[in-house]
């Protein structure tokens, strides 16, 4: 099949010095300035940077959104979202790289993670993918960012989905890790596989309060199982894990990955403020921004083929199948091909 980006790859961009003398803290501008494309960008070599920096904190919407900012003020926008069980350290080797060429890079917690906070204490400690994806606009909004371009796997890419496909104006191209992940709770009732049932099983159990005691009460343990059996020839560290489990501690997280969990086999209610948004979701929206889906050959955790939803991008579109035993935190651990791919399709947006 031709790739749709090939004629882009001669204007590759390139890191200026090392990955790690980018991290820098960026202003609030609308991002106006232009990326370096003079050459290639070098090898990125996984788990090089360990942390990103101060975290910020500003008010948006309903939330207190913690994150990490790296690269000038005023660079075009991209803002990578991570997904469940992991936190803003998956991008801890991306950033740098996307910096470094002079993008403007935030990562932000997800609402409960690390330092992000539902302002008021009797709101819905709410998972809807929907408000997940509400909370990035506000964000956006927030941070006086008109577009950007939104990167990202599991929750995160579920996140820069649902934003390109119901405010494409705010997105201006996408890199989503397993495609399109667009559900509804009507499509979240219809049983499925035997097969594919047992590869949802967490689901299942967040579904009783004894799951959703035993997740509380093992928090930690927990995670480490998901990222063993999603990312099964991942070989991290315990220093490694608990940079991210430390984003588990926030007081909202068990009750919020329940929700969502409860949320898609309608056991849960949602907003009722998002009904109209929902409606136009669960008719399964094409996408239309300029597109890279990728996958890793070892994803151990629950992922449509990509001739499933090839059809759904309808605009400037390519697939990238990342070899090597890489897992279901792709970013983490492939960053050089994550990074690429997000300045690939910047090249097209």
């Known amino acids: 099949m031709r790739d749709p ?25 609308a991002g106006a300035q232009s990326v370096n494309t003079s050459a290639k960008l070098p090898a990125i070599k996984p788990g090089t940077t360990t942390a990103l920096g101060p975290i910020k904190q500003v008010t948006a919407g309903e939330l207190s959104i913690g994150y990490a900012e790296a690269g000038p003020g005023d660079g075009p926008v991209v803002i990578l979202l991570h997904g469940w069980p992991y936190d803003i350290h998956s991008f801890a080797d991306v950033a740098p790289a996307l910096a470094a060429v002079g993008h403007r890079v935030i990562i932000p917690h997800l609402r409960g993670y690390g330092t992000t906070r539902l302002v008021s204490p009797t709101a819905l ?5 929907v ?5 990035i606009i506000a964000l956006m909004d927030a941070l006086g960012i ?13 996140t820069a989905n ?29 049983p499925l596989p035997p ?16 799951g959703r005691d035993g997740y509380d009460k093992n928090r930690r343990d927990f995670a480490r199982l998901i990222w063993q059996t999603a990312s099964p020839k991942w070989a991290f560290d315990d220093a490694t894990f608990a940079r991210s489990a430390a984003a588990f501690d926030n007081p909202d997280h068990v009750d919020i990955v329940v929700h969502n969990y409860r949320w898609r ?47 759904k991008f309808t605009g400037r579109y390519e697939h990238r199948l990342v070899t090597g035993g890489i897992g279901h935190n792709l970013p983490q651990e492939a960053p050089q091909a994550f990074a690429q791919a997000v300045i690939d399709v910047v090249a097209e947006a």
Request: proline content about 6%; charged content about 15%; some cysteine.
């Open 265 to 311: 086999l309608g056991l849960a209610q949602g907003e009722s403020k998002y009904d109209a948004l929902e409606a136009k979701l669960a008719t399964f929206p094409t996408i239309a921004v300029p597109t890279i889906t990728m996958e890793g050959d070892a994803n151990g955790a629950p992922h449509p083929a990509p001739e499933a939803y090839a059809k």
């Open 131 to 135: 408000a997940v994806a509400a909370d």
């Open 162 to 190: 649902i934003i390109a496909a119901l405010w494409p104006e705010r997105c201006k191209a996408m890199v989503s890790v397993s495609g399109y992940l667009i559900g509804s709770q009507q499509a979240g009732r219809q």
């Open 146 to 158: 008109k577009s950007a371009t939104l990167a990202g796997y599991d929750w995160g890419a579920r």
């Open 195 to 210: 097969a594919a049932e047992l590869q949802w099983w967490y689901q299942f159990y967040f579904a009783t309060e004894r």
């Open 125 to 129: 400690r709410s998972g809807q993918p």
């Open 5 to 29: 980006f090939q004629p882009s790859r001669r204007r590759f961009l390139t890191l200026a010095g090392t990955a790690a003398a980018a991290l820098q803290l960026g202003s609030n501008g």
